[in-house]
Nanobody, 127 residues
């Protein structure tokens, strides 16, 4: 059974860091890109970052460029989102999601195509 499980969320002060993990199971990672999305209260879900199946391509939303970093370990079937210099504007529930591409070097920040989602992990940035 295909499954994605997020972990690592929590409460952090502005300027702090958090490391989110997405553990995947039930599929081979050769052709699956993974993305992180987030949804703040009263707002639409938005893309944060993605990484291709091969790990060679990454993309970031403008709002997180230079602060967030995505990586994956296909042997461990884990994708990590390192979040630095956090601000209250980063407060949201963070979800990881999976999309299938025939090209292992592709990932996109469009929600379309991400068919499998985790349950989410809460990130709260507050003093």
């Amino acid at each position: 059974q295909l499954q994605l499980v997020e972990s690592g969320g929590g409460l952090v002060q502005p300027g702090g860091s958090l490391r989110l993990s997405c553990a995947t199971s039930g599929f081979t990672s050769d052709y699956y890109a993974i993305a992180w999305f987030r949804q703040a209260p009263g707002k639409e879900r938005e893309a944060v970052s993605c990484i291709s199946a091969s790990g060679t391509t990454t993309n970031y939303a403008d709002s997180v460029k230079g602060r967030f970093s995505i990586s994956r370990d296909n042997a461990k079937k884990t994708v990590v989102l390192q979040m630095n210099s956090l601000t209250p504007g980063d407060t949201a529930v963070y979800y990881c999601a999976q999309a299938y591409y025939t090209d292992s070097m592709v990932c996109t920040l469009r929600m379309f195509g991400y068919d499998y989602w985790g349950q989410g992990t809460q990130v709260t940035v507050s003093s």
